[in-house]
C-alpha cells in the first residue's frame, strides 16, 4: 500500500502483481511487463519482497498451505497505522495483524475466530477464542490482546461515529 493509497500484490506465483489504483480499479501484469508509470512502485515492490524473504518469511516457515488458499482471492493489505508500541494492520478479509514492538505477534482472525500468537521465540500458537475464554491465557498474550481490543476499539469508533 502505497502513500497515495495505490496499492500492489504480488501474486503466490511471484510473476503476477495485482494493481488496485486510487478509485479501486484493477488490473493485472507480472513483475515484467508492466506501465512505466508504475516503475517506481515497481521497484519498491522488488525490494520489499527481498526484504521480507530474507528477514520475514523465516518467522511462519512451517506453516502449511491449504490448497484452497490457492484458488481463494488474495486479501491484502486495507489499512494499517502505527502507535507507540505496535503496526496494526487490517486486511481485506477482515484479519487484523498487530506486530510489537519487542517483535511479539498477534494474528485476530475472526473467519477462524481465532488468534495466532508469535513469542519471542518466533512460536506460533492458535487458540479459539473460545478457548480462551474457557481457559484463559498466558500473561504476555492477554496483554497483547487488551491493547489490540483496545486500538481496535478507537479505529472502530472513528469510522462509524
Not at 524473504?53 to 493489505?77: C, W, Y
Not at 487484523?96 to 473467519?111: A, E, W
Not at 500473561?139 to 490482546?145: A, E, H, S, T
Amino acid at each position: 500500500m502505497f502513500n497515495d493509497t495505490t496499492k500492489l500484490i504480488l501474486l503466490p506465483n511471484q510473476i503476477n502483481v495485482h494493481f488496485i489504483d486510487k478509485d479501486g480499479k484493477e488490473s493485472y501484469m507480472t513483475t515484467t511487463d508492466y506501465s512505466k508509470a508504475l516503475d517506481k512502485k515497481m521497484k519498491l515492490l522488488s525490494y520489499f519482497k527481498r526484504y521480507m524473504t530474507e528477514h520475514l518469511v523465516k518467522a511462519g516457515a512451517n506453516n502449511v498451505n491449504f490448497e484452497s488458499d490457492q484458488i481463494s482471492r488474495m486479501p491484502h493489505l486495507h489499512s494499517w497505522f502505527r502507535t507507540t508500541c505496535a503496526v496494526v494492520m487490517h486486511l481485506t478479509n477482515g484479519t487484523v495483524q498487530l506486530n510489537f514492538s519487542d517483535h511479539m505477534k498477534i494474528i485476530l482472525c475472526p473467519r477462524m475466530s481465532a488468534i495466532t500468537y508469535m513469542d519471542h521465540e518466533r512460536n506460533f500458537r492458535t487458540y479459539r477464542f473460545s478457548t480462551i475464554i474457557q481457559h484463559g491465557c498466558s500473561k504476555d498474550l492477554y496483554q497483547k490482546i487488551r491493547y489490540a481490543h483496545e486500538k481496535l476499539s478507537k479505529m472502530l469508533e472513528k469510522m462509524f461515529f
